[in-house]
């Protein structure tokens, strides 16, 4: 299996959170039933946060495959991803009756990317079945307890901002 094929998934989350960052901000209002809509400089933050983790994880991993570690962030990360484009993307889209975005990134490019690469490392005993579900379950816990304290940090961030003009 060539490494090369770990950098695919860089593509494909990059322009997932684009389309997300484009226009989930907008969206999010229409499903303030389930959750507080979020402003765009809150969310542009967390996206930003969130894209640069999987560059830092996927890099350190490409250079140091050997590592504990680094192999189970980087195959959590890629399962989280996967289950993010049916949860909450594709359940969104279908309880609100209106397109989230990520959904098409979501199976375009997240999904069918991430499981090629997922595929590949279990064939080729990269990984195994028991730690790829128990990484995921963890960066995905990890990545939505994060996802507060990130917008609440994108908030604090832009209000310091504007009180320093």
């Excluded at 542009?44 to 590592?67: E, G, N, P, W």
Aim: glycine share 4%; with cysteine.
């Amino acid at each position: 299996m060539s490494d090369t094929i770990y950098l695919f998934f860089l593509f494909a989350i990059s322009i997932h959170n684009i389309e997300e960052a484009i226009w989930l901000p907008k969206w999010s209002k229409y499903a303030s039933r389930f959750h507080k809509e979020v402003k765009p400089y809150e969310f542009h933050f967390a996206v930003i946060f969130v894209t640069v983790f999987a560059y830092l994880i996927t890099a350190l991993f490409f250079m140091f495959q050997d590592s504990f570690v680094l192999k189970y962030l980087y195959f959590g990360l890629l399962g989280a991803m996967v289950i993010n484009v049916f949860f909450p993307h594709l359940v969104a889209t279908i309880v609100i009756k209106r397109y989230t975005p990520g959904l098409i990134t979501g199976f375009t490019l997240v999904l069918p990317i991430s499981s090629l690469i997922i595929y590949f490392a279990l064939k080729y005993h990269v990984i195994d079945w028991i730690m790829l579900v128990i990484s995921t379950v963890f960066v995905g816990v990890l990545l939505l307890l994060s996802l507060r304290p990130l917008f609440k940090l994108g908030e604090f961030i832009k209000e310091y901002h504007w009180c320093t003009k």
